[in-house]
């Protein structure tokens, strides 16, 4: 992995990590995320009309990304309601990497280096302490924040399969990414008008659409960097890499939300940056 492809995705991680705190803080979380998908379709339209279409190959990737991140959207909204922020987040996200890894090798025939999985798994060890240390045990964590947590992991490693190899067979990474959130202001949106009274649900929308906004601009600055290191390098190291946004969600937590940072997170937070460090070597 080369050194800027390297440093894109660590800046990808912090935006991911500062738009899910503003999700979890963010009053309605289903109506800031109907905003969102929104407001980020409505902005890739004018690139749209410029940027080529992509291949017609990835075509049937570009509808199973839609359709597999709404249901990202949709788990991770319900998670962050039975769940505290430092479980959810680190579990959700801590899921992925090793399911990631796993199926790449299965269905890409992806290989990693010696030095590459002993990075992976100080990272994916890192994450995953953090849930212990936070709540002393997975299990203590109340059954559907688990539930929803893991769900959430499965449909990460599900696009990051899809969004890599949809990405590869686009002939333009950008176009495939923007077409992508074009799909998925759709979805959400329909499913908030349903589930919300229409007088709630307006009322609701004047009061988050500024923090709706924001999300939509990190999400897509961050996840079109992804999508087009996932073009430029192997997907695995790439999707474990970008969990380090459990790093950046650790510091959120606790400067911003003022919950507490022990001795033994120094050591997990220890474990991550050895695992940056490998993966960048």
């Not at 017609?56 to 991140?69: I, K, T």
């Not at 309601?81 to 990631?100: I, K």
């Not at 280096?113 to 936070?134: D, H, K, P, Q, T």
Request: with cysteine.
């Amino acid at each position: 992995m080369s050194p800027l492809i390297f440093s894109a995705v660590l800046f990808a991680a912090l935006l991911h990590a500062c738009w899910n705190a503003l999700i979890k803080v963010s009053g309605d979380r289903l109506v800031v995320m109907a905003v969102t998908t929104s407001i980020s379709s409505i902005l890739v339209i004018p690139a749209l009309i410029y940027l080529p279409l992509p291949a017609v190959e990835s075509w049937p990737y570009l509808a199973a990304s839609a359709f597999v991140h709404t249901f990202y959207m949709l788990l991770l909204v319900k998670a962050y309601g039975f769940g505290d922020f430092a479980q959810v987040y680190p579990l959700s996200r801590g899921s992925a990497p090793m399911l990631t890894a796993i199926l790449s090798f299965f269905i890409l025939s992806e290989a990693m280096s010696a030095v590459e999985i002993a990075g992976m798994l100080l990272i994916v060890l890192g994450i995953f302490g953090l849930v212990l240390e936070r709540s002393a045990g997975v299990l203590q964590l109340s059954r559907p924040a688990l539930i929803y947590s893991l769900l959430t992991g499965l449909c990460i490693t599900g696009y990051s399969l899809v969004d890599g190899i949809g990405a590869r067979l686009s002939g333009n990474s950008t176009s495939f990414t923007l077409w992508m959130f074009f799909l998925d202001g759709f979805m959400v949106p329909i499913v908030a008008y349903r589930r919300r009274p229409r007088k709630i649900l307006i009322n609701t929308l004047k009061s988050v659409w500024k923090s709706g906004l924001v999300v939509s601009l990190l999400s897509m600055v961050g996840y079109a960097i992804i999508v087009w290191a996932f073009s430029q390098a192997r997907i695995a190291p790439v999707a474990v890499l970008r969990e380090t946004s459990v790093l950046f969600a650790m510091l959120i937590s606790v400067f911003l939300i003022k919950e507490a940072f022990s001795l033994l997170r120094v050591g997990i937070v220890l474990l991550i940056l050895g695992g940056i460090i490998l993966l960048g070597i």
